[in-house]
């Protein structure tokens, strides 16, 4: 019996050798990140992923939640926010629930800084104001100064330049004897940057210079900031040869850290620095590398993560709300049971009867609490399904809208860039540079007439996608339109016939007719081949006008054909065009929901020797007098 009590006692304590070898491990790893995290993305984020593993089959939450943070912070760095904010966000969650207020502010830091690269300010702002009003409870200089660091990047990007320069000089003031601390280099970098917006050269050149003294002691990230902030100075200085050299470093510094938004603000002024030079092709090569990490930091995933994170965080917030309803129900029950014993008490002190009528008296009372309690549950049941409900359909329709507009922009955006990028590439001679110019100019005007008609509608839609039908002349529609395609069409040498006039007008939204139009013509002149043509004509008998868009070429196989015209709305897959243009595949079904939705018909018909032809019919108005 003394053997076993000897041998328990042994392996609790093996047990608890090895947990809290475990846990100093653990901390050791994200020390090793954190050190790391702003030189090498790849070795902060092999410690922190370690430490994660390591702690996730340990039995400490907090610390746990830490390295979920930690991980957070690795790949904000990097540039990818979606990973990020799923950390934070959990981290948040595990923090909530053991009530560790250090690590709870620190997930919302995090938070902020998913608002701030989506370039939600006024939404950042709130959530860094509420952070710093815990982190002066807690009397932590270190977090303090990290809040009024971020809360002066979004004053910035709102361009309220003397708020934010009062908050870097607050954060340097709280670590006035930690002058290597990395939020005291992050805050002059920062005063750098806001005065070079001010327009104070002088004092932004000399804070630039400041953090880059001590080199052994700056890490790879603030270098970058600070190269890249000398070179937009000496830029605007016109001391291209400095601007130059700077913004080199700069972009190798980022490049080693392998954060797309610095590498992003980088190749841009390096672009712009190049230019200026006379030093085409080096500007040209940073213009394409700036794009590269321009789409990477803003693509349309990007564009809908905001709208993911606020429902989100509602989703969280209704949960706890639900958890404190449900308490709330509990308190209740043990109320009314407590009331029972009471009455039982009583009913032996005073009598039978007596106690009977209080008892009686007591109940109804009770009850009447009971019920107002359960009525304000139900009430708060039903708010909180009506708000997911509304941030469901937002999103819903949001989406649609920006898959719209981001569609129908796409090709003459696209055609306003290749003729600036011949332009500037010098493929024009000098007598053509004034045609190329012309024709510049009259797609811009197309392209900014088609914006305004988008816009106009996507305002009138935001409450209700459901279309708003009046009376429409589909041939004076088409022709419009047909202008806003014309510098596309050219450029393939393709002729457009459209067969004009006499036509009874139909009944439409047509804002609707307008998407359907644009995504068949810009179709038409993707798949019609060089030298093709492209024919529009109309058929009208006693209810209806069907409209006929026929292109010359290849056309579609039959698998294409019979998915389309079979009665699910199915995306297809994206082919590419015979000029190897690229697309999403969307349009066509847009065109197939927008045609059912207003009470039409679409069919193709399409064989390998005449080409494709869509055939779209509407109700007919009969033509007033």
Not at 43 to 50: D, E, G, R, T
Not at 226 to 254: C, D, I, P, S
Not at 346 to 373: A, H, I, Q, T, W
Not at 615 to 624: N, P, Q, W
Request: hydrophobic share 40%; aromatic share 12%.
């Amino acid at each position: 019996m003394k053997n076993r009590y000897f041998l328990v006692l042994y392996l609790f304590w093996v047990g608890s050798s090895v947990y809290a070898q475990d846990s100093s491990i653990v901390r050791d790893y994200l020390v090793k990140a954190e050190q790391v995290q702003y030189n090498n993305k790849d070795s902060a984020l092999f410690f922190a992923k370690a430490a994660n593993e390591l702690a996730a089959i340990g039995d400490d939450s907090v610390l746990y939640a830490t390295t979920l943070n930690r991980l957070a912070v690795v790949y904000y760095i990097s540039g990818d926010y979606e990973k990020s904010f799923d950390y934070f966000l959990s981290a948040k969650e595990v923090f909530e629930r053991q009530g560790d207020s250090e690590g709870l502010v620190f997930s919302m830091n995090g938070v902020g800084l998913i608002y701030l690269s989506e370039k939600a300010f006024e939404e950042a702002i709130d959530v860094w104001e509420s952070c710093l009003r815990e982190n002066r409870k807690l009397n932590d200089s270190i977090s303090i100064s990290k809040n009024l660091i971020n809360l002066s990047i979004a004053l910035e990007e709102l361009k309220r330049y003397e708020e934010g320069k009062t908050y870097l000089l607050q954060s340097l003031e709280f670590l006035a004897d930690r002058d290597d601390h990395v939020y005291a280099v992050m805050s002059k970098n920062r005063l750098g940057k806001i005065s070079f917006l001010m327009g104070d050269y002088t004092l932004a050149e000399s804070y630039y210079l400041g953090v880059l003294e001590n080199q052994s002691e700056v890490n790879n990230w603030e270098k970058a900031y600070a190269y890249t902030g000398l070179a937009e100075v000496y830029h605007r200085l016109g001391q291209f040869e400095a601007a130059e050299k700077a913004g080199l470093l700069g972009y190798e510094f980022a490049d080693r850290v392998g954060a797309y938004w610095d590498l992003e603000r980088a190749t841009s002024i390096l672009s712009d620095i190049f230019e200026a030079s006379g030093k085409f092709a080096e500007a040209v090569k940073f213009v394409r590398l700036n794009k590269v990490y321009s789409d990477s930091l803003y693509n349309d995933a990007k564009d809908r993560q905001l709208g993911q994170l606020h429902l989100r965080l509602s989703k969280a917030d209704n949960q706890k709300l639900l958890a404190e309803n449900e308490l709330a129900r509990q308190t209740v029950k043990r109320r009314n049971y407590g009331l029972v014993f009471s009455t039982a008490g009583f009913m032996l002190l005073v009598g039978l009867l007596l106690s009977f009528r209080r008892n009686l008296r007591l109940k109804e009372g009770y009850s009447r609490d009971l019920e107002e309690k359960n009525r304000s549950i139900e009430f708060q049941k039903h708010q909180i399904q009506k708000q997911n409900q509304s941030l469901l359909e937002i999103n819903q329709t949001k989406d649609k809208l920006l898959s719209i507009v981001a569609h129908d922009l796409r090709s003459p955006l696209h055609s306003i860039l290749q003729i600036l990028e011949m332009y500037r590439e010098g493929f024009f001679e000098d007598s053509q540079k004034d045609e190329a110019l012309d024709l510049l100019y009259t797609q811009v005007v197309k392209t900014d007439n088609m914006l305004n008609n988008i816009l106009k509608w996507v305002n009138e839609q935001i409450d209700n996608i459901h279309p708003k039908f009046e009376v429409v002349y589909p041939w004076k529609e088409i022709e419009e339109l047909i202008g806003a395609y014309d510098f596309q069409a050219k450029s393939k040498g393709l002729v457009v016939r459209h067969k004009q006039g006499g036509q009874s007008p139909i009944w439409v939204d047509r804002g609707h007719f307008q998407v359907i139009i644009q995504n068949l013509l810009h179709n038409a002149i993707k798949f019609t081949p060089y030298g093709g043509q492209i024919h529009i004509s109309y058929v009208q008998d006693g209810n209806s006008v069907s409209i006929h868009l026929r292109n010359s070429g290849k056309g579609m196989d039959e698998g294409v054909q019979s998915v389309f015209n079979s009665s699910e709305n199915i995306r297809l897959s994206s082919q590419v065009g015979t000029a190897n243009e690229t697309g999403s595949g969307l349009g066509l079904m847009l065109v197939k929901q927008f045609v059912v939705n207003n009470k039409g018909c679409i069919q193709l018909l399409s064989d390998s020797e005449s080409g494709t032809e869509f055939v779209v019919t509407f109700l007919k108005v009969e033509r007033e007098a």
